[in-house]
């Protein structure tokens, strides 16, 4: 079955700096990868997602990269903000079937 | 998106019992699943809720312990069965709809004494 390794597990910048998430993923067959912010003792809430089709999305100050030959994928904060500060989840799906998650990352941005 | 409501929103529960956690959406649903989030972890999928049929497990889950209903296309149930200290966690349902994104219920927090 799939398995998504994510990195770093924490991740502390300054306010206005970016920040980088990765993950691996093992399943080839995966063809779509959301990404997840979760505040504490809330849901996860769905920031941005990218299909196997495409190899960059943007919105606003987020962005995602996949490179399908790599199997790897990446979420970019760019001009983080305190409010930025989350717990962020990487997952991996065939489009509309049940998500595998990363292990998370905490980011901390610091004013 | 979804409006997914689940009920209760928290429950504190001596060993040995079970608890049902209902999970209701606004829109019929095809794709329904169960996850747990335990304390400071990712998210665990237990099980495909199957509308008129079995749920489908993940490796690690059974039905004897957590049984799973899902009469019609807008609600389904899990019960956390015989509940053992472990079984503290958060329980959020989640659904596809039409877009093929996945959204998640505001999550049941179980406390077992």
């Known amino acids: 079955g799939e398995n998504v390794e994510q990195h770093p597990s924490t991740l502390s910048v300054q306010e206005g700096d970016s920040a980088v998430i990765k993950c691996t993923y093992s399943d080839s067959a995966s063809n779509y990868f959301p990404w997840y912010k979760q505040e504490l003792g809330k849901r996860p809430q769905l920031i941005i997602d990218?299909?196997?089709?495409?190899g960059e999305k943007k919105d606003q100050r987020i962005a995602v990269t996949l490179n399908k030959t790599a199997k790897h994928f990446s979420l970019h904060i760019t001009e983080t903000q305190p409010e930025d500060s989350a717990v962020y989840f990487c997952a991996a799906s065939q489009y509309g079937n049940k998500l595998v998650f990363g292990a998370g990352t905490i980011l901390r941005v610091k004013s | 998106s979804a409006v997914i409501s689940q009920k209760p929103s928290r429950d504190i529960c001596q060993r040995g019992t079970s608890l049902t956690i209902q999970c209701q959406v606004d829109?019929?649903?095809?794709?329904m699943f169960w996850y747990r989030q335990q304390p400071g972890q990712s998210l665990t999928l237990i099980a495909t809720?199957?509308?008129?049929?079995?749920?489908?497990?993940e490796s690690g889950f059974v039905i004897d312990k957590f049984p799973i209903s899902r009469p019609n296309l807008t609600f389904s149930t899990l019960t956390v069965s015989n509940m053992s200290p472990e079984d503290s966690s958060i329980y959020l349902c989640?659904?596809?709809?039409?877009?093929?994104?996945?959204?998640f219920g505001p999550g049941t927090r179980l406390t077992v004494l």
């Open positions: 829109s019929q649903v095809t794709m």
């Open positions: 809720a199957n509308q008129g049929s079995e749920a489908t497990y």
């Open positions: 989640s659904v596809v709809i039409g877009t093929g994104r996945t959204f």
């Open positions: 990218i299909r196997s089709n495409v």
